[in-house]
């Protein structure tokens, strides 16, 4: 079943209207007919059933068959501050970022990132990358789209994740899986977290430093060296595992 997503105001008392680039894929790409069923989203995270009504060159109409009182949304906010990678790296990051049950994703300028991005160029990424975003939350059937963030420097993100109740730090020097057990274990449903993830490069002794000063918990994931994109997935796939677990 096909998903789509749609603004709070679409929502009528018992059909849904699509708008937009949507309604070119559902009547020429996907060849979608009257009476074919659909699972729509709002962007406060309700989930709708219906099937398709109308279709015209501007619009769908979606009658409501039923609201799906059950989400795909994890209980906790997740956010996935992510160094800066090289060529399309971090296509397949916020990709896969969004399937695990990242809310946000914050690219971040770290000092061993090769890639260097002015405002111009970071601008047509990042419309690109909240694209992909879009696709990835169609795909696994998210009840939001998350949201992708402007490139903010290391001391900015640091300042913004201050606000989190959790701030992890995959990190290659830090030794023992005890600890990383613990720090999972401790979180509590509902708390927000943040993941810091360095680039190819890795972090800098000093950024490093600043994340101790912070009291962000640096945690290992293991003996072997994660490449960048491979890093924050696995801590995400963590995450959802422990997350979930807890819920049933």
Not at 68 to 93: R, V
């Amino acid at each position: 079943m096909y998903q789509f997503f749609v603004e709070d105001t679409q929502v009528g008392e018992d059909s849904v209207t699509i708008e937009g680039s949507d309604v070119n894929h559902i009547r020429n790409v996907l060849r979608m007919k009257r009476g074919e069923k659909v699972r729509i989203s709002t962007n406060s995270g309700k989930n709708y059933f219906g099937e398709i009504e109308e279709l015209s060159e501007t619009m769908v109409l979606v009658a409501i068959v039923e609201e799906c009182a059950d989400g795909t949304e994890l209980a906790n906010k997740i956010y996935l501050f992510q160094g800066l990678p090289k060529s399309d790296k971090m296509e397949l990051i916020i990709q896969k970022a969004v399937e695990l049950g990242a809310y946000e994703i914050i690219p971040v300028a770290m000092k061993n990132c090769v890639v260097k991005l002015d405002e111009k160029k970071a601008g047509s990424k990042v419309a690109r990358w909240q694209e992909i975003a879009k696709s990835a939350a169609k795909q696994s059937k998210r009840s939001l789209i998350p949201t992708v963030h402007m490139p903010m420097s290391y001391k900015e993100a640091v300042e913004e994740a201050a606000t989190l109740d959790v701030v992890l730090v995959p990190y290659e020097n830090e030794r023992g899986m005890a600890a990383t057990k613990e720090a999972i274990a401790a979180i509590t449903s509902g708390q927000s977290i943040g993941i810091f993830i360095g680039p190819e490069g890795g972090f800098a002794d000093d950024e490093i430093a600043l994340a101790r000063e912070k009291q962000m918990q640096l945690i290992s994931l293991g003996k072997r060296i994660l490449r960048t994109e491979t890093a924050g997935l696995a801590t995400l796939s963590i995450l959802m595992y422990h997350l979930e677990a807890n819920e049933e």
